[in-house]
């Protein structure tokens, strides 16, 4: 079993010790650490949002609009970079979902990860913990007509603690747009 496999089933499995240890009430005999009650945060340690609000933002149609989103991340938890190697953890993937007339135009701007190695990986990691911002460049094709695009970015990731770490995931932001044609 590979180590991300084996890092995504420990939850499981420690819950499962801790429910049975419960039950019968003997000791278990496993060295699995159960999750404990000031865990329960880690079925969701990551909240994600679009840095100033839901309300449109303008742009002319040939321009690129930057987006910005944050990600706040429970304390004691960390997500990867979008620049992790392969190998390892999941890292971070930012994509625009639903559009078919914007383009991701140039570089995400992200903050410098922290690194470190990782035992339970087996490699030098970059993370992130915190409220990291990264901006995603949105690029309005000159030919868009005007008008308001609704859309949804998409952020893909994997959480750890220093003793867990969760599925990959990914969650939507509602994003919309006002394209005013060129003048």
């Known amino acids: 079993m590979n180590r991300s496999a084996f890092l995504i089933l420990v939850p499981l499995f420690a819950a499962s010790s801790a429910t049975t240890q419960k039950k019968t009430s003997a000791p278990a005999a496993s060295s699995v650490v159960p ?3 000031g865990d329960a945060v880690s ?3 990551v909240k994600w949002t679009v840095v100033g609000g839901s309300s449109a933002r303008e742009v002319v149609s040939g321009r690129t609009l930057p987006i910005t989103v944050q990600a706040d ?4 938890w960390h997500i ?3 620049t992790q190697k392969s190998g390892g953890p999941i890292p971070l993937r930012l994509e625009l979902l639903g559009t ?3 383009v991701m ?3 995400i701007k992200a903050p410098k990860p922290d690194r470190t190695f990782d035992k339970n990986f087996g490699i030098e990691t970059e993370l992130y913990s915190g409220s990291p911002r990264f901006t995603i460049p949105v690029g309005v094709p000159g030919r868009s007509t005007g008008g308001v695009r609704k859309f949804q970015i998409g952020a893909r990731y994997q959480v750890c603690s ?3 770490c969760l599925p990959p995931r990914t969650d939507k932001l509602d994003v919309a747009i006002r394209i ?3 003048t």
């Not at 991340?73 to 004691?76: L, N, R, T, V």
């Open 100 to 102: 078919a007339d914007l």
């Open 80 to 82: 990867y970079s979008l």
């Open 180 to 182: 005013a044609n060129r």
């Open 73 to 76: 991340i429970a304390k004691g």
């Open 105 to 107: 135009r140039g570089v």
């Open 162 to 164: 220093d003793r867990v």
């Open 35 to 37: 999750i404990s009650s």
């Open 43 to 45: 079925l969701r340690p």
